[in-house]
């Protein structure tokens, strides 16, 4: 397996683990953006994936029953050979921010 590959099937297991800690919290995939002018539905894991890996960087959307607005997180590929920093950055506004953040945090600190 070449070197990209090998730092691509970590990137997968990156995002996978990090939508899968979200839906446990309650989020909901919704849709990514890939850089274009609109939003592609995503409504589940694969579909996620899928659209995250047809570009560069992507921000994929999650909403919350409890929240009003949606969250997302943003990947760049290629960041770390061993696909750990896969996920570059995360927003949240106020109504959400503690729950996403808090998931999204724990996450990380499980991945070291």
Known sequence: MSAVA???QAERRVIR???RALKA???????????????EPAT???AMIEAAFAVDEARLYFK?????RRCWFFVVFGNAEDGSEVIADYCCP???RKSFSDT?????????
């Not at 919290?25 to 939003?39: K, Q």
């Not at 919350?64 to 009003?68: I, L, T």
């Open 6 to 8: 090998k730092r691509q």
């Open 17 to 19: 683990g990090a939508i």
């Open 25 to 39: 919290a309650g989020w909901l995939p919704l849709e990514v953006n890939d850089g274009g002018e609109t939003d």
């Open 44 to 46: 589940t894991e694969g």
């Open 64 to 68: 919350h029953p409890d929240h009003e």
């Open 94 to 96: 106020e109504d959400g």
């Open 104 to 112: 999204l945090d724990a996450y990380a600190a499980r991945l070291g």
